[in-house]
Every structure is written in structure tokens, then in C-alpha cells.
């Protein structure tokens, strides 16, 4: 499993992979995250780039954090 085929449930779920988001990503917090759950982070972090809520190296950033944390 690698960062963009986990859910944001699963993300969530494991607290060092949330303080990874709280750390780099604050803003998305201002969000309804559980409504995105069943979503895979990949989808979600694609979609918040490109709506300019996250910039590109931030989450190139994140997600290289998070696959360091899960393998």
C-alpha cells in the first residue's frame, strides 16, 4: 500500500500519518474531512492542488512522508 491508494480514513486512522497532514497541510482541516473517507488520498490531494488549497511541493512532500511512515 502507498500513499495514493490509502483512504483518508486510513490516513486519518493512523495518528502518525494525521500529524503528518496537521503538520504540512493545516488547511485541510477546515474541511469535512469524513466525507471524503472512502476516498483514496491520491484523488482527494490531486483535486486540492488543483483547486490551489495545497501547492504542488507541499504535497509531493506529505505524500513522500506518509510512504516513508507505511512500508
Do not use: H, W
Not at 469535512?32 to 483514496?40: H, T
Not at 491520491?42 to 490551489?52: T, W
Request: aromatic fraction near 8%; include cysteine.
Amino acid at each position: 500500500m502507498d500513499f495514493r491508494s490509502l483512504t483518508v480514513k486510513e490516513l486519518f486512522d493512523d495518528p502518525r500519518t494525521a500529524a503528518v497532514i496537521k503538520e504540512l497541510c493545516p488547511q485541510l482541516l477546515k474541511y469535512p474531512v469524513k466525507m471524503f473517507n472512502k476516498k483514496s488520498c491520491g484523488e482527494i490531494f490531486d483535486r486540492v492542488v488543483k483547486m490551489g488549497i495545497v501547492p504542488l511541493d507541499v504535497a509531493k512532500q506529505a505524500e513522500a512522508r506518509v510512504n516513508e511512515i507505511i512500508k
